[in-house]
């Protein structure tokens, strides 16, 4: 092994304690598959009974589009990668390519092209949503792989086994690897494009350099998000050279700095069709939030304000990560805090984190935990430290008990984990109450929404106040449109609303000065999933 070998790298390969036989790496790396199946088993089976999301027909309209018109302006809020990804199998689908004479596709109206495409172009949107999906749930098996195969370089298989098998159940993780956006392939690639950062970092090898560019330069197509890659590098670099600066000479950095940046411009270059004047990437990141209302009302445990909150994504964090995770996650801390032989490892797994979460503080807007989902990982695997080294018996036993714990609640929320809330918020029927948007409600249970309907209902339609882009009539729903009126004097009848939008009606309740907080008003009396409530109204009224 090179002389340049990390304490990590050392301290990975510390022998087990007298009497316990070591868990080999081919055992290790056969079980990391299991973990791989196992979320992407989840994710598939999970995905076939939800309705698309708010998103998904955006992204998947705009990637095809991207592939049958080389036209990137449809939605130059994301790179084209994943957005291709997703769209590519309509390509087999027979979606129709879109024309120059339509108006949606002209006027680059993604909502609604985005819905004629998927809704009455004559596909059969379940099956366009199943493989349109396949391309996230396989990046998403693929961190978990990763997620393994980095831990047991820093730590050792068992260690690694604690990370993957984390982020083989964990809800935020698997909610946003069975949709087609953009979110989940973009925390894929700046994981890799880290990994590959160290993996140069102990090396010191061109080829390393290379592929770390090539892995950047994928993040950065995935989403803009992947921009924060420039920080984190610049931190972790430094902080390599602090500790071999007697080892690494001066041309040789420049070389290794060269050669990522010559690689990662490369790779961003022809995702833009060979496009390497940069103005395609600029531009999309020009248009980032440029269509959020200026008078968007923020919402966090149930307080409203016009301006949002710097430790939003911190408290939904804490909220919507599962309890025994955030206890793994302060043992791990602990430990190091008392060890700082593995400080080079910690460094590369907390900064990114860091970067990450200390950035959304100063997000203009407060959104779905999803904005943060890039630093999940890193967090993850920083939870292997946990059996790190030689650990005790008691930290053995405590471990165990934490993912046993972590396991109970994958089994308890599955397969709603969009809607997920651990038990410090009061689980997801809670969530309306503590968040909105993504944390919630993104437009995904109109498949229970119909079988609630054709058990209870005789064929009565519901007056349907839905969050989303997709078409309930494709799922199966027979509805009318609630009337903006109906928010403060419903009808006497059913009613079916989004959790979103009952947080809505609270908004709007507090900007007229009126009492429309159906959340506190009614007792709904069934729910879709979690993000669907159902409401019944006697002839007398509300």
């Not at 790496?25 to 791989?36: I, V």
């Not at 953009?182 to 390393?208: I, K, P």
């Not at 710097?310 to 206890?327: E, I, N, Q, T």
């Not at 590369?348 to 943060?372: C, D, E, K, Q, W």
Request: hydrophobic share 50%; glycine share 8%; charged share 15%.
């Amino acid at each position: 092994m090179s002389k340049r070998r990390s304490a990590a790298a050392t301290h990975a390969r510390v022998p087990p304690p007298q009497g316990r036989r070591p868990l080999s790496r081919r055992a290790g790396l056969a079980l990391a598959g299991m973990l791989a199946t196992v979320f992407f088993a989840q994710g598939l089976v999970g995905s076939l009974d939800e309705s698309l999301t708010w998103d998904e027909p955006i992204y998947v309209a705009s990637g095809f589009s991207y592939l049958t018109r080389g036209d990137f302006r449809l939605n130059p809020e994301a790179p084209p990668l994943i957005q291709q990804l997703v769209g590519l199998p309509l390509l087999f689908l027979g979606a129709p390519t879109p024309r120059d004479d339509d108006p949606a596709w002209r006027d680059a109206r993604q909502i609604e092209f985005g819905k004629q495409l998927l809704f009455r172009s004559g596909l059969d949107v379940r099956q366009a949503a199943l493989w349109c999906r396949l391309p996230v749930l396989l990046l998403g098996a693929t961190l978990v792989l990763m997620i393994y195969l980095w831990g047991s370089q820093i730590f050792g298989p068992a260690p690694a086994l604690v990370a993957a098998t984390v982020a083989a159940v964990e809800p935020n993780l698997l909610a946003h690897a069975k949709v087609a956006t953009v979110d989940l392939g973009c925390t894929t690639l700046m994981f890799a494009a880290v990994w590959t950062l160290w993996r140069a970092v102990q090396s010191n090898r061109a080829r390393e350099w290379a592929l770390c560019g090539a892995c950047t330069g994928l993040a950065l197509l995935a989403k803009f998000t992947a921009l924060l890659l420039g920080p984190i590098f610049a931190v972790l670099f430094a902080a390599a050279w602090f500790r071999r600066r007697h080892e690494w000479q001066p041309l040789t950095v420049l070389r290794n700095v060269a050669i990522l940046a010559a690689t990662g411009w490369f790779v961003i270059g022809s995702g833009y069709q060979l496009s390497f004047d940069g103005s395609l990437f600029m531009r999309g990141v020009g248009t980032v939030y440029t269509k959020m209302s200026p008078d968007y009302q923020f919402y966090l445990l149930g307080e409203i304000s016009h301006r949002p909150w710097w430790y939003y994504y911190l408290v939904a964090f804490v909220l919507k990560v599962p309890v025994p995770v955030l206890g793994l996650l302060a043992f791990a801390a602990a430990l190091v805090a008392r060890d700082r032989s593995r400080s080079e490892a910690a460094l590369f797994l907390l900064v990114p984190a860091a970067v990450v979460i200390g950035t959304s503080t100063f997000n203009r807007y407060n959104m779905g935990l999803r904005h943060i989902l890039p630093a999940f990982p890193f967090l993850f695997l920083f939870a292997a430290e946990t059996l790190a080294g030689r650990p005790r018996r008691w930290r053995i036993g405590l471990t165990c008990l934490l993912l046993a714990w972590t396991l109970l609640e994958a089994v308890r929320t599955y397969p709603h984990h969009l809607s997920y809330f651990n038990t410090l918020a009061g689980g997801p029927g809670r969530g309306p109450y503590l968040l909105d948007d993504s944390n919630i409600d993104w437009g995904q249970d109109l498949p229970a929404l119909a079988r609630w309907q054709e058990e209870h209902t005789n064929g009565t339609p519901l007056r349907l106040f839905y969050f989303g882009t997709a078409d309930p009539a494709a799922y199966g729903v027979d509805s009318v449109p609630m009337a903006m009126d109906e928010i403060e004097h419903p009808r006497a009848g059913l009613y079916a609303v989004s959790a979103h939008i009952l947080v809505y009606f609270r908004k709007r309740g507090t900007r007229l000065g009126r009492n429309l907080d159906w959340l506190t008003k009614y007792e709904p009396i069934a729910r879709a999933g979690h993000s669907i409530y159902v409401y019944r109204f006697p002839a007398t009224g509300g």
